[in-house]
C-alpha cells in the first residue's frame, strides 16, 4: 500500500508535466503482487479491485494512447477502496490493542486536491522520463524490546576498549619492525670491518638489541592473547543479543491461519476446530519464513486428508466437528518442536501403497513388502497422493515432498505417528536460529565440504580390500549390516582420481538422516570446524546436496552438504551403478485423445514445447487403433466423446496385457463423486477437472507418471 499511494502521488503531482512511465510500471508489478497475495489468503473483494487495476495498468503500460483524467480517477478511487479494504474492513472485530500490533497505522492516499475535472476524454501523454523517487524496495521491520537494544548499545560499547588497544598494540608491532630494521642495518654495516672478538660482540647483541626485541615480541603476543580472548567474549555477546533481536514469537506466523481452517472446511465441506499450544517459544525470522510454508502444507493435508466428514464421524462415534492442533514447544540443544496433530482417520496407507505404484514410484511387487513406516515415507515423496483427483486443495502430492525439504534445509526432522481412525501427529524438531554452524570438514575431491555435526554418526578407516570391494557393489559391511556407499566427490559429480597406493586406511564418513545411513569415501578428513552461515545467493535458491555455504575463520568459503541429499543420492547412485538401465531412449510420446479440436490443439503444443513427441486422436476408437500400430508411453483422454468414452478406453487399457502399465490422465468437465470413482476404479493413474485445470500442474503430473 505505501508503494502504490506512493507512486499515484507522483502521478497525481501538480509539478509533473505527464504521468511518468515508470510510475505506471511500478503500479501495475505492485497491482499484480498485491492480487495474487490476496488470492492466497483469498481476500476476494481486494483480489477484484487489484484485477480491474491491473488490467487498466496493464493497457497503459503496454499501449500506445496516453493517461485520460478518467484513468487517472479510476486508479485513485482504486487505492482508496483498497486502503479501506485492507486497513479497516480486514481489521473490523479486532479488539484495537490488537489491531495496532497486526498492522500499523497507514497514511491516507496523499491524492492532490483539483480545482476543476478535465473532461474525461482529455488525453495526457506518457513521460519516459526516469522515476525521480528512489527504486521501489521492500522494507522489512522487526520489533525489538527495549531491554534488548540497551544489551546492544551496551555490547557495541564494550567494543570501543578493545579498538583502542588494537592502535596501542599495531604501535607496539611498528616499534619492534623498526628495532628489528635497524638490528639488521648494524650488522650490514659490521660486514666490512675486521672483528677483534665476535664472541664478545655477539653476547653483546644477544644481551642488548636481541633480548629487548624478544622482550618486546613475548609481551606482545601475550597482550594479543588476551585481547583475542576478551575479544572473543564481546563478540560471542553482540553476536548473541544481535540474533535474538531477530527473533519473534513463533505464534506470530500463524495469525492468518484460523481464518484458513474455517475457508479449508467451507470448500470441503467438513467442520474442525483450530487449537493452538505456545509456550511462548521464540524463532529467528529466517526460521519463520521457511517454516511457515511447510505448516501451511499440513494444515491443509489435515483438514482435507485427515478430519472426516461430519456424516463419518458421527458414524464413527466421534463429535461430527473436528479437531486440528498445533502445538510448539521450546526443547534442549536450542531446537523448536513443531507438532501438527488431527483427530481424523489417520494415513491411509493401502492408498498411499497403490498412489505409489500408480505414481511408478514403486511397483506393486515392492509395495506389498513395505512396512508401515516405509509407506509413511512414500508420502513425502513428490508426486504421490491419496487423492488421484486434482483440485485447488490437493492431489498434486507436492506437500509433503515440500516439508521435508524445507525442513531439512535448516537441518531439521520430521518424523509422522498414524493411527487408523484415530488421527494424524506430525512432529517438526527445528533448530531456533540459523547463523554459526558447527560440522566436520572433509576434502573430496579438490573441494572442501562441511557435513553437519548431527548427520555425522562417525569416521572409520577401511582398508584398501574393503574400499575396492565396497566401489565395486555400491555396499560397505559395517558392525553387522550392510550401508549404501559411494565415493563423495563421485556421487557429487566432481573429477576422482586413482585410490592412493601408499594408503593403508581410507577415510569414510557414516551419515545418517531421516532414518536413513550410508558410508562415503572422502579423501581427508579435516577435522571438526564452526563456521559462519551464508544463504546461497539467487538463483541458487535450492542447489542438489548443498544447503549453503558457510565462512571459516580463515576467511575462506566451504560448502555446507545437505545430508538429506546426499542419502537420497546414494541409492540413485547405486541403482545407476550396479543395475540395468530400464529408461527410454527416445522422446517419451504422448497420446491425446479429445473430441475437441480446440482442446486437442491446445494440449498438443502444451506438450511439444515441453519436449514430448505428441500424437492426436479423435476419440476412444480412434486413440484405440493407434494403440495397437504405435509406442505410446501415456494417454492423456477426455471422457465425454462418441463412439468410445475415456472410461471405455481406461478399461480397454487396462485389460490389454501388452498395454495394461500405460499411464492413463483422465481430463475432463465430469466433476460428479461418482465419476471420479469410477475414473478411479477402472485404473486411470489421474484424473484432472477441467474447472481447476492448470498446466504446469498437467506437466508435472505427466512428467512424473511417465
Keep these: 500500500m505505501e508503494t502504490l499511494e506512493r507512486e499515484l502521488a507522483a502521478i497525481l503531482s501538480p509539478t509533473k508535466a505527464a504521468p511518468g512511465r515508470p510510475h505506471l510500471e511500478t503500479l501495475f508489478r505492485v497491482m499484480h503482487t498485491l492480487k495474487g497475495a490476496a488470492r492466497s489468503v483469498r481476500a476476494e473483494a481486494i483480489e477484484q479491485i487489484c484485477q480491474q487495476g491491473e488490467g487498466l495498468l496493464r493497457g497503459l503500460v503496454h499501449g500506445e494512447a496516453g493517461v485520460t483524467e478518467a484513468d487517472l480517477a479510476t486508479l485513485r478511487r482504486s487505492t482508496e477502496q483498497l486502503h479501506d479494504l485492507i486497513f479497516v474492513e480486514t481489521l473490523n472485530g479486532i479488539p484495537a490493542t490488537l489491531a495496532s500490533s497486526i498492522l500499523p497505522p497507514a497514511p491516507t492516499p496523499s491524492t492532490p486536491a483539483r480545482s476543476k475535472e478535465p473532461p474525461a476524454e482529455a488525453v495526457i501523454p506518457l513521460s519516459d522520463a526516469p522515476l525521480e523517487t528512489e527504486p521501489d524496495q521492500r522494507f522489512e521491520t522487526v520489533r525489538v524490546d527495549v531491554g534488548r537494544l540497551d544489551r546492544l548499545v551496551l555490547a557495541a560499547e564494550e567494543l570501543l576498549l578493545p579498538s583502542l588497544a588494537t592502535s596501542e598494540r599495531a604501535r607496539t608491532a611498528k616499534k619492534l619492525a623498526e628495532d628489528i630494521r635497524q638490528f639488521r642495518v648494524e650488522i650490514r654495516a659490521l660486514g666490512g670491518k675486521p672483528i677483534e672478538n665476535p664472541g664478545r660482540l655477539l653476547r653483546s647483541l644477544a644481551v642488548g638489541t636481541l633480548k629487548e626485541i624478544e622482550t618486546g615480541s613475548r609481551q606482545l603476543a601475550t597482550a594479543l592473547s588476551d585481547d583475542q580472548r576478551g575479544l572473543r567474549a564481546l563478540v560471542s555477546d553482540l553476536f548473541t543479543e544481535t540474533r535474538r533481536a531477530r527473533m519473534a514469537p513463533a505464534t506470530a506466523m500463524l495469525a492468518p491461519f484460523p481464518a484458513m481452517v474455517r475457508d479449508l472446511c467451507r470448500e470441503t465441506g467438513k467442520q474442525a476446530k483450530w487449537h493452538l499450544k505456545d509456550s511462548g517459544v521464540e524463532l529467528d525470522r529466517k526460521v519463520t519464513e521457511l517454516v511457515k510454508d511447510p505448516l501451511i502444507h499440513l494444515v491443509r493435508n489435515a483438514i482435507d486428508h485427515g478430519i472426516e466428514s461430519p456424516d463419518d464421524r458421527e458414524a464413527a462415534g466421534k463429535p461430527r466437528r473436528g479437531r486440528v492442533t498445533l502445538s510448539i514447544a521450546g526443547i534442549e540443544g536450542s531446537k523448536v518442536s513443531i507438532t501438527v496433530a488431527d483427530d481424523g482417520r489417520g494415513m491411509n496407507l493401502a492408498g498411499l501403497k497403490d498412489a505409489a505404484v500408480r505414481s511408478r514410484n514403486v511397483t506393486a511387487a515392492q509395495a506389498k513388502g513395505l512396512g508401515d513406516d516405509e509407506v509413511i515415507d512414500l508420502a513425502f515423496r513428490a508426486g504421490i497422493s491419496t487423492k ?196 527410454i531412449d527416445h522422446a517419451a510420446r504422448v497420446l491425446i485423445v479429445d473430441d475437441s479440436i480446440t482442446t486437442r490443439t491446445m494440449e498438443k503444443n502444451l506438450f511439444e514445447a515441453a519436449g514430448y513427441a505428441v500424437t492426436t486422436a479423435v476419440d476412444g476408437m480412434d486413440a484405440w487403433s493407434i494403440l495397437q500400430t504405435h509406442q505410446v508411453d501415456l494417454v492423456v483422454s477426455d471422457i465425454d466423446m462418441p463412439r468410445m468414452n475415456g472410461f471405455d478406453l481406461t478399461a480397454q487399457i487396462r485389460g490389454d496385457n501388452r498395454l495394461a502399465e500405460t499411464p492413463v490422465v483422465l481430463v475432463t468437465a465430469l466433476e460428479s463423486r461418482e465419476d471420479k470413482e469410477r475414473g478411479i476404479r477402472i485404473g486411470a493413474n489421474a484424473y484432472v477437472l477441467k474447472s481447476s485445470f492448470d498446466q504446469t500442474n498437467l506437466l508435472e503430473i505427466v512428467g512424473r507418471l511417465i
Design 388 to 583: 488421484p483427483v486434482i483440485t485447488s486443495i490437493s492431489g498434486l502430492g507436492l506437500g509433503l515432498a515440500i516439508v521435508r525439504e524445507q525442513v531439512e534445509r535448516i537441518d531439521g526432522t520430521v518424523s509422522v505417528k498414524s493411527v487408523p481412525g484415530k488421527g494424524t501427529t506430525i512432529l517438526l524438531v527445528l533448530p531456533a536460529t540459523i547463523a554459526s554452524y558447527r560440522g566436520l570438514l572433509v576434502s573430496a575431491g579438490n573441494t572442501r565440504l562441511l557435513l553437519p555435526s548431527e548427520s555425522v554418526e562417525r569416521v572409520i578407516g577401511v582398508p584398501r580390500s574393503g574400499i575396492t570391494a565396497a566401489l565395486q557393489t555400491g555396499m560397505l559391511p559395517d558392525s553387522g549390516e550392510t550401508l549404501p556407499f559411494a565415493r563423495l566427490s563421485a556421487l557429487l559429480g566432481m573429477a576422482t582420481g586413482p585410490l592412493n597406493e601408499a594408503r593403508r586406511l581410507f577415510p569414510c564418513a557414516l551419515v545418517t538422516s531421516g532414518g536413513r545411513r550410508a558410508a562415503f569415501l572422502v579423501e581427508e578428513i579435516l577435522g571438526e570446524a564452526d563456521v559462519l552461515v551464508k544463504d546461497l545467493p539467487l538463483p541458487l535458491r535450492r542447489v542438489r546436496n548443498i544447503s549453503s555455504a558457510g565462512l571459516l575463520g580463515s576467511g575462506d568459503l566451504v560448502l555446507i552438504a545437505r545430508a538429506s541429499d546426499l542419502l537420497v543420492a546414494v541409492h540413485s547412485h547405486r541403482s545407476a551403478s550396479h543395475e540395468p538401465d530400464a529408461g
